[in-house]
């Protein structure tokens, strides 16, 4: 089970590089996806584990949900907001691809030495996980600010998401789970703003460049 | 006398085997575009009309031109000796590291280049320098790559890393080598002048990169240019197949030792190399050409992923 658990927080960094390396809001969407699906797998092993060894569960339905919220509906939120927006290619970086993606590697490189100096976490591939899930939640934050397109700054912010979520499946192999339900619903609401919000600077500024947010209209 | 032996059957199981990969790359392409394509052997076919030809060569050629087929594929058959294709007795011993691997790689691309250049065609310059371009990108990754999976088995060789991976288990199961996994797919689609990097199937002008470096030659000469490029690919097939996939790991299972061992060990070689070009024929139906501005991304991503893998490497603490 832990090389399976390995093998997926593995990929959930690779997933985020391959976002950062894209252009398309369409790829975007589609990588998202396919990491909120690696996170509802490995949920679900865990959940397959605690339910065979405690008889637990909470982390099924939780893995449930994610399938509902984060495989399904929000890529299709996603897409719709996509389909009434001109803009089809983000190519608005505040670096090119080959920079951002180094930057990505640095922040790797300083999550390990971050986390190897902290106390408790530091036995064996359970610190590996933790990092790369730790990363993923500084990826994320890097995408949001590299992008200067509304739907590419949710997509960011989705993934920091994806990250702390993780970050605590694996640091406890499951949170309560009235915990994890009041982050999905927070996620779920926020993310139904950002989109509505999305569609609202498009109405009234004919584009979704945040930098034109500072331009004053009467 | 067995080291004679052996590699006298590698480098003819190379030889006769690299054009297939081009022919089932090209059948399977056909396949999804719902054509029927040429036949599997359309290759074989292809260099024996190329070598029953005279050459044409320019007035104005110097010695290298001559020379670069030659050396292309002195290079790539070289190259193809560090990568066993049969089970080979340990006691026998394995020489030559992954550095000496990719550098005697890099001699026969400096010679096609080189060649290229030599003619003063301007589509030979400018394939010459796509082609520098490309490999100084993506020959870093590769060897980070290999380090890494060298650093896991603690050998630069990679007949050493084959037997250290038979005993790994399932090693695409091992966080460390699936991300030298994605970054060697990466590497060969771009080494092997693949879809996404570069188009084998066209000579159009503004995309070729390898057409265009052996656009001067004809008959004999061409004939071993074209098979020095796919015995480049079926290395760096193999390359994939012995790390990943060893096919040492049947022989140990069931014990055979001698005759019996080659026999079996090639069999799930072929059967393997088979799958993986299935696997590249898949691949390039399913993207589009980049534009070559673009390919330093490819390059950057391939070569943070190899990274990325050596980083994992001292996370996990192994």
């Known amino acids: 089970m832990s090389s399976y658990l390995d093998i997926l927080s593995v990929l959930l960094l690779l997933s985020s590089f391959v976002l950062m390396a894209n252009k398309r809001i369409k790829s975007h969407i589609r990588t998202f996806r396919f990491q909120s699906a690696m996170i509802a797998l490995a949920a679900g092993i865990l959940g397959v584990n605690s339910l065979i060894h405690e008889g637990r569960v909470d982390l099924l339905v939780v893995c449930a949900v994610i399938i509902a919220i984060k495989v399904i509906y929000i890529p299709r939120l996603l897409h719709r907001v996509y389909a009434n927006v001109e803009y089809k290619v983000e190519k608005d970086f505040f670096l090119n691809i080959p920079i951002l993606i180094l930057g990505c590697c640095m922040i790797v490189v300083f999550t390990y030495f971050a986390l190897s100096k902290t106390d408790g976490i530091n036995t064996g591939t359970e610190n590996m996980r933790v990092v790369n899930s730790v990363s993923l939640i500084l990826i994320g934050l890097f995408f949001m600010i590299s992008r200067k397109k509304a739907i590419g700054q949710i997509v960011g912010f989705l993934v920091i998401e994806n ?27 926020a993310v139904m703003i950002l989109g509505i919000m999305v569609f609202k600077i498009n109405e009234k500024f004919d584009s979704i460049d945040i930098n034109k947010l500072k331009n004053l209209r009467g | 006398m067995m080291h004679a032996v052996y590699a006298l059957i590698q480098i003819i199981v190379i030889i006769l085997a690299a054009p297939l990969v081009n022919g089932i790359i090209r059948k399977v392409k056909a396949l999804t575009q719902k054509r029927k394509g040429a036949p599997l052997l359309q290759m074989y076919f292809d260099l024996f009309k190329l070598l029953k030809k005279s050459v044409v060569v320019s007035d104005v050629a110097s010695w290298i031109f001559r020379a670069a087929p030659y050396i292309a594929i002195a290079s790539a058959v070289a190259a193809s000796l560090f990568v066993p294709v049969t089970a080979w007795p340990e006691s026998q011993g394995y020489a030559g590291d992954m550095i000496l691997f990719v550098s005697v790689l890099a001699l026969g691309r400096f010679f096609m280049m080189l060649a290229a250049l030599d003619t003063a065609s301007t589509f030979g310059g400018m394939g010459s320098s ?19 999976v ?20 399932i090693p695409l199961l091992h966080p ?17 002048s693949r879809i996404p990097v570069d188009d084998p199937s066209t000579h159009l002008e503004l995309t070729m990169v390898h057409e265009a470096m052996i656009l001067e030659y004809s008959g004999r000469d061409l004939a071993l240019m074209e098979l020095s490029a796919s015995i480049r690919q079926l290395v760096f097939i193999t390359l994939l197949v012995n790390i990943y996939v060893p096919h040492d790991q049947m022989i140990a299972l069931y014990g055979l030792s001698g005759f019996a061992a080659i026999a079996v060990s090639l069999l799930v070689y072929l059967i393997e190399v088979i799958l993986v070009s299935i696997l590249i024929a898949v691949i390039e139906v399913h993207t589009v050409k980049l534009r070559l501005f673009s390919i330093p991304n490819l390059a950057a991503l391939a070569f943070i992923v190899s990274f990325l893998g050596f980083i994992q490497y001292f996370v996990l603490g192994r």
């Open chain 1, 163 to 189: 990250g702390i979520f993780v970050t605590a499946m694996f640091a406890t192999q499951g949170m309560p789970f009235i915990v994890d339900m009041g982050m999905f619903v927070d996620l779920l609401s």
């Open chain 2, 150 to 169: 060298g650093l896991i088995a603690k050998s630069t060789s990679i007949f050493q890393i084959m037997h250290f991976t038979a005993g790994v288990g």
């Open chain 2, 176 to 192: 460390v080598y699936i991300l030298g996994f994605a970054a060697l797919c990466m590497i060969i689609i771009a080494e092997t």
């Open chain 2, 130 to 148: 796509r082609e520098a371009m490309i490999s100084a990108l993506i020959e870093p990754s590769l060897l980070v790559t290999l380090f890494t």
